[in-house]
T-cell receptor, first 112, second 115 residues
Framework: DGGITQSPKYLFRKEGQNVTLSCEQNLNHDAMYWYRQDPGQGLRLIYYSQIVNDFQKGDIAEGYSVSREKKESFPLTVTSAQKNPTAFYLC???????????FGDGTRLSIL | DQQVKQNSPSLSVQEGRISILNCDYTNSMFDYFLWYKKYPAEGPTFLISISSIKDKNEDGRFTVFLNKSAKHLSLHIVPSQPGDSAVYFCAARTTMKTSYDKVIFGPGTSLSVIP
């Protein structure tokens, strides 16, 4: 089955620690995205990548980093510089152009 | 400053009746609109979209209406079913730029369909 897989589903981070959220897709999509969802707010874009080896900052990129070494994979690292990392993180992918995004089931990150 | 607004955080509807979810936007450059549906602990799934060259798009029980002059769109679900209970996100983007322009999501409306 084609789809987007995010792992882990739940993740706990200690203060001062970096953590990496995985996102893999087998839909042959060119573009991939990371969003953050907080209660009562819409999805806010952290980073996006239109092609391999290229990515752009979204609205709230501070404290996060990404890489896009393979078309299928777009991992997100939440660094210790992100002061309020507790949130629900969603990865998405799409074909180029005017195409809807397909989402993974998310990773919930909490601080210990 | 929210460019996409969904002013009703929640909505309850009887099974079989019509559900109407509303969405307002402020950016007149938006020309493509989408609705996503999200169940708890899952990612959003695409439901229906509409381009600004249309004022209505229908897909089964789901119809989206667009009023460009009012910068308003609505999603109608008829008849509503208990399985429609979910959070619905309105989203908008502009397709006119040559480079990628991001999709802007509203805060969502939680729909409960009561059996």
């Amino acid at each position: 089955d084609g789809g987007i897989t995010q792992s882990p589903k739940y993740l706990f981070r200690k203060e001062g620690q970096n953590v990496t959220l995985s996102c893999e897709q087998n839909l042959n999509h060119d573009a991939m995205y990371w969003y953050r969802q907080d209660p009562g707010q819409g999805l806010r874009l952290i980073y996006y990548s239109q092609i391999v080896n290229d990515f752009q900052k979204g609205d709230i990129a501070e404290g996060y980093s990404v890489s896009r070494e393979k078309k299928e994979s777009f991992p997100l690292t939440v660094t210790s510089a992100q002061k309020n990392p507790t949130a629900f993180y969603l990865c998405a992918s799409s074909f180029q152009g005017n195409q809807p995004q397909h989402f993974g089931d998310g990773t919930r990150l909490s601080i210990l | 400053d929210q460019q996409v607004k969904q002013n009703s955080p929640s909505l309850s509807v009887q099974e079989g009746r019509i559900s109407i979810l509303n969405c307002d936007y402020t950016n007149s450059m938006f020309d493509y609109f989408l609705w996503y549906k999200k169940y708890p602990a899952e990612g959003p799934t695409f439901l229906i979209s509409i381009s600004s060259i249309k004022d209505k798009n229908e897909d089964g029980r789901f119809t989206v209406f667009l009023n460009k002059s009012a910068k308003h769109l609505s999603l109608h679900i008829v008849p509503s079913q208990p399985g429609d209970s979910a959070v619905y996100f309105c989203a908008a983007r502009t397709t006119m730029k040559t480079s990628y322009d991001k999709v802007i999501f509203g805060p969502g409306t939680s729909l409960s369909v009561i059996p």
